[in-house]
């Protein structure tokens, strides 16, 4: 493994922010391995690429986004296996309610024959979230 995978893996983080941000659910798939978890904040955990795809577009389909920003990407390479994590700041409101978050996230990808593909996904609350109750 090399910096040029490291560097795949960033770009990889950046292309799907932008993509679900850009409401271009369709296009989320190829991210994602079939048998993708995620571990919310909440400890609830959602399996499969399906749900995983049903998830981002949900929260599309219920929020405004103001203001998503990733940043501090730091990959570990161990062969064909890829650990990211980085922190986020959402700016968000859904139903007359507004929440500014951050947070940590925890990727675990794979390279196969495809490139890069999330098999686990992990967010963290980071303490210093609140929310705004909008007037």
Known sequence: ???????EVKQLIQQLSNTW??????DLPPFFDEQVVLVTPDGDEING?????DSFALFMRLATVYHF???NIDVKLFET???ARYTFEI??????????ESGIETLVLL???AGWRIVWRTQQHAPKSMEIEML
């Open 21 to 26: 941000l850009e409401e271009r659910i369709d």
């Open 49 to 53: 690429r399906e749900q995983m795809i």
């Open 111 to 113: 390279q196969g024959t």
């Open 69 to 71: 920003e990733i940043e």
């Open 1 to 7: 493994m090399s910096a040029e995978s490291a560097a």
């Open 81 to 83: 296996t890829a650990i």
């Open 91 to 100: 700016d968000y409101e859904i139903s007359d309610k507004r929440s500014l």
